[in-house]
């Protein structure tokens, strides 16, 4: 018999937090969260998204022991503003059993349902900078800092369901002795002079602050013709700059300015964390904040995080700006690999900009949708 528990205590929130280090316990592909910042995300008091957005937190039981999690998701934002009756729900991970995926789902379902809201979709977070999607081709590789892992029945599990694919997702990597500068460096110096424009190069994060809102400002106007976007807010900002910025170090910040100072795009890459979370496995001490920052230091494997240009400077080159810039930081400290997130298979736009650097579509992801 299965049993849903909606989470309640902070004993049942870490244990929602914790199951899938039991679940994926082995894996040498699942890159585990750090249990102290994953039980903040679900902190109302700590993370501003729940001044516009509801959760309720599931658990499934069988036997006495947890078989399945989920998050339901109202994002008010997505839902008054933008009037999309959408339901979401994130933090998915099942054992091989399709009745705890019905189960668990039901409840969001019925929570949508009690909301008049008219459809599902997941697995998603609570906004465009959290984790998406199921995993559904790559499960042989590593994953990364920010996105889900999970094994390969999930999807199947929808399927049987009914749930249909409603966004796919493709994941790259690119080989650095494949990325040649030629390709951008004459063209970046064009674009320069043409328009006025210069790249800034920091060596501390606190150069970047001054730069960090004019980031997320055009973050939002850059991402803001992209399905499933809703817009990050100033509170939101705030909180994202403190959970974000200490992981990323301040040379693969790239800004480029025009002659007002306006920023007119941007990049952002940060090492990769995977192997060094893998062997903190969630906690920070006594150990874990050492592997994080022998990995800031020395990885030589990049994320490539978010790019966005100004919509006024778009289609004129200004990203071979960025490129150049990202090329030297990476060629000084040695990087042999780049991973880019997520990016929506329909995003031609950006899956355009990349094309001479050889990528390998190395994984993809969906989410699932079902009518309410």
């Known amino acids: 018999m299965i049993t849903i528990k909606e989470v309640h205590s902070k004993k049942e929130l870490k244990a929602f937090v914790k199951f899938p280090f039991s679940l994926y316990k082995g894996s040498k592909y699942w890159v585990p969260p750090i249990i102290s910042q994953e039980i903040k995300t679900f902190n109302k008091k700590i993370n501003p998204v729940f001044n ?81 999607g199921v995993l559904t081709h790559g499960f042989d590789y590593i994953g990364t800092m920010i996105t889900w892992y999970n094994h390969p029945y999930f999807a199947s599990h929808f399927e049987q369901l009914g749930f249909k694919v ?78 974000f910025l200490g992981f990323i170090n301040p040379e693969y910040i790239k800004f480029v300015v025009n002659k ?51 919509p006024k400077y778009q289609n004129k080159g200004v990203h071979a700006i960025v490129f150049n810039e990202f090329y030297k930081t990476f060629d000084k400290k040695k990087i042999v690999e780049l991973v880019r997130t997520p990016e929506l298979a329909d995003n031609l736009a950006i899956h355009q900009l990349w094309k001479n650097f050889k990528p390998l579509t190395h994984k993809k992801r969906c989410t699932f949708r079902k009518e309410i």
């Open 52 to 132: 516009d957005a509801d959760a309720k937190l599931f658990l499934a039981y069988k036997d006495n022991k947890i078989v399945g999690r989920v998050a339901a998701i109202i994002n008010w934002l997505e839902v008054k503003g933008q009037d999309l009756k959408k339901m979401r729900f994130g933090w998915f991970d099942v054992i091989d059993d399709v009745n705890v995926s019905k189960a668990l789902l039901k409840k969001v379902h019925d929570i949508g349902k009690e909301n008049q809201l008219e459809y599902m979709e997941g697995p998603v977070g609570f906004s465009n900078l959290d984790k998406v």
């Open 166 to 243: 409603e966004k796919e997702y493709l994941e790259h990597k690119h080989e650095f002795k494949n990325i040649i500068l030629a390709n951008f460096s004459r063209v970046q110096e064009v674009i320069k002079k043409r328009y006025g424009l210069k790249a800034l190069y920091f060596s501390k994060t606190k150069e970047v602050m001054p730069y960090a809102d004019k980031m997320f400002d055009l973050f939002n106007k850059t991402y803001s013709v992209l399905s499933s976007f809703v817009e990050i807010n100033t509170v939101q900002q705030e909180y994202f700059k403190k959970k």
């Open 260 to 310: 007002n100072d306006e920023l007119v795009a941007f990049g952002i890459a940060m090492p990769s964390y995977a192997e060094a979370l893998q062997k903190m496995n969630g906690k920070l001490f006594p150990f874990g904040i050492k592997h994080l920052l022998h990995a800031k230091k020395h990885s030589n494997k990049i994320t490539l995080y978010l790019i966005g240009v100004h």
